[in-house]
Antibody
Framework: EVQLLESGGDLIQPGGSLRLSCAAS????????MSWVRQAPGKGLEWVSL????????YYADSVRGRFAISRDNYRNILYVQMNSLRAEDTALYYC???????????????WGQGTMVTVSS | IQMTQSPSTLSASVGDRVTITCRAS??????LAWYQQKPGKAPNLLIY???SLESGVPSRFSGSKSETEFTLTISSLQPDDFATYYC?????????FGQGTKVEIK
């Protein structure tokens, strides 16, 4: 069964850092690009970041560029996002999502994890 | 690219034909997906490339395209279909979603 399991969400003070993880199983992880998508409480969906299957290429939404860093461990089948300089507006449920293709461009999300909650508040 | 989804809320009864529209601010070819999200759950892919039905999704769901206007149709609404629906363009980064359509019981 294809599965994505996020972890690492927490309550963190503004300006703090946090690393989220997403453990993948049930598919050949290295063959697919992966993304992070977030959803603020009661709001819609916002794409955050994309990484290619090899991990060589990364993309970011303007709202997080320079503060977040996406990475992956293709040996352990884990996706990460390192989040620095966190702001109140980063408060959201963070989903990892599998892209349909290897590079990620022109590919939708076909599998989603259950999400991990990040709350940025003093 | 802005995705304008309408309506924001829709009240319907079981058996109704339901249509949700999403308009892109510029051409996105057919690079559009539709997702269903139930409360407390992750989104679930229904349609990709504007009109391709994801494996395992009931055939009452269908998608269509007319230039930059995209439509999700549920041919006969079932109790399990009451949820929020989002469109998403993946033609160019940053990928963007519509604001969502909540389908409620009438």
């Amino acid at each position: 069964e294809v599965q994505l399991l996020e972890s690492g969400g927490d309550l963190i003070q503004p300006g703090g850092s946090l690393r989220l993880s997403c453990a993948a199983s049930g598919f050949t992880f290295t063959n697919y690009a992966m993304s992070w998508v977030r959803q603020a409480p009661g709001k819609g969906l916002e794409w955050v970041s994309l990484i290619s299957g090899s991990g060589d290429t990364t993309y970011y939404a303007d709202s997080v560029r320079g503060r977040f860093a996406i990475s992956r461990d293709n040996y352990r089948n884990i996706l990460y996002v390192q989040m620095n300089s966190l702001r109140a507006e980063d408060t959201a449920l963070y989903y990892c999502a599998k892209n349909r293709g290897y590079e990620g461009l022109l590919s939708n999300f076909d599998i989603w994890g259950q999400g991990t909650m990040v709350t940025v508040s003093s | 690219i802005q995705m304008t989804q309408s309506p924001s809320t829709l009240s319907a009864s079981v058996g109704d034909r339901v249509t949700i529209t999403c308009r892109a601010s510029q051409s996105i070819s057919s690079w559009l997906a539709w997702y269903q999200q139930k409360p407390g759950k992750a989104p679930n892919l229904l349609i990709y490339k504007a009109s391709s039905l994801e494996s395992g999704v009931p055939s009452r769901f269908s998608g269509s395209k007319s230039e930059t206007e995209f439509t999700l149709t549920i041919s006969s609404l079932q109790p399990d279909d009451f949820a929020t629906y989002y469109c998403q363009q993946y033609n160019s980064l940053p990928w963007t979603f519509g604001q969502g359509t909540k389908v409620e019981i009438k």
